[in-house]
């Protein structure tokens, strides 16, 4: 089994749909976790950063951690075509000093 | 704020030539950076992780000799490619992290596609 397993997808939606993209792990001591966009070639960019369990909410974006089911999602509200890219989810366990990311998912929103 | 620069964007260079990849901090002081390899539709896979003033830690199966890490400052590490063959064609990233402590987010630059004829 891996650490963290993601759908690749492609995901596609319509304009203002709400997306969501989700990821699972099985390491329960891995203790913080984020969500990175990347379009191509280019690197990954930092969207979500998150420690505890529940959510938090940044303009479109809400990130939802469930430490209990080692799961972890992230909403996009209202998606446009500026949101079609790869989401990368990641986590770190701090003893360990290393993240892992996920396969990444890709997304494409159409006009 | 957390700017991370990667030099060259693209390089494409004959069999047996090395190539010297740039990451930058612009604006912060980055006391550990990151080389990661990134194939086709592939997440990205750990090279090194790079701290200033000392030797990389290089991740198993990644050849030291053939990937040489140097990160003399807090806002500058690269990574040379030394006698490049096709099979290192790749799309190389790095991040850097702005704090300390190992719960900190890394920044990533845009990366380097390296082309090997």
């Known amino acids: 089994q891996k650490e963290v397993e993601q759908d690749p997808g492609p995901l596609s939606v319509p304009e203002g749909a709400i997306v969501s993209l989700n990821c699972t792990y099985s390491n329960s001591a891995f203790q913080y976790f984020m969500w990175y966009r990347q379009y191509s070639r280019k690197g990954p960019e930092l969207l979500m950063y998150?420690?505890?369990?529940g959510n938090k909410e940044d303009g479109r974006f809400t990130a939802q951690v469930d430490k209990s089911s080692k799961y972890i999602s992230l909403f996009i509200r209202d998606s446009q075509p500026s949101d079609s890219a790869t989401y990368l989810c990641?986590?770190?366990?701090?003893?360990?000093?290393?993240?892992?990311f996920g396969p990444g998912t890709s997304l494409s929103v159409i006009p | 704020g957390a700017v991370v620069s990667q030099h060259p964007s693209r390089v494409i260079c004959k069999s047996g030539t090395s190539v010297k990849i740039e990451c930058r901090s612009l604006d912060f002081q980055a006391t550990t950076m990151f080389w990661y390899r990134q194939f086709p539709k592939q997440s990205l896979m750990l090279m090194a992780t790079?701290?200033?003033?000392?030797?990389?830690?290089?991740e198993q199966g990644v050849e030291k000799d053939k990937f040489l890490i140097n990160h003399a400052s807090l806002t500058l590490s690269t990574l040379t490619v030394t006698s490049a063959h096709p099979e290192d064609s790749s799309f190389y990233i790095c991040?850097?992290?702005?704090?300390?402590?190992?719960?900190?987010?890394?920044?990533f630059g845009d990366g380097t596609r390296l082309s090997i004829l």
């Open positions: 990641a986590m770190v366990q701090t003893s360990y000093d290393k993240v892992i």
């Open positions: 991040s850097a992290r702005s704090g300390t402590g190992s719960n900190q987010p890394q920044h």
């Open positions: 790079s701290n200033e003033g000392s030797k990389a830690t290089y």
């Open positions: 998150t420690y505890s369990s």
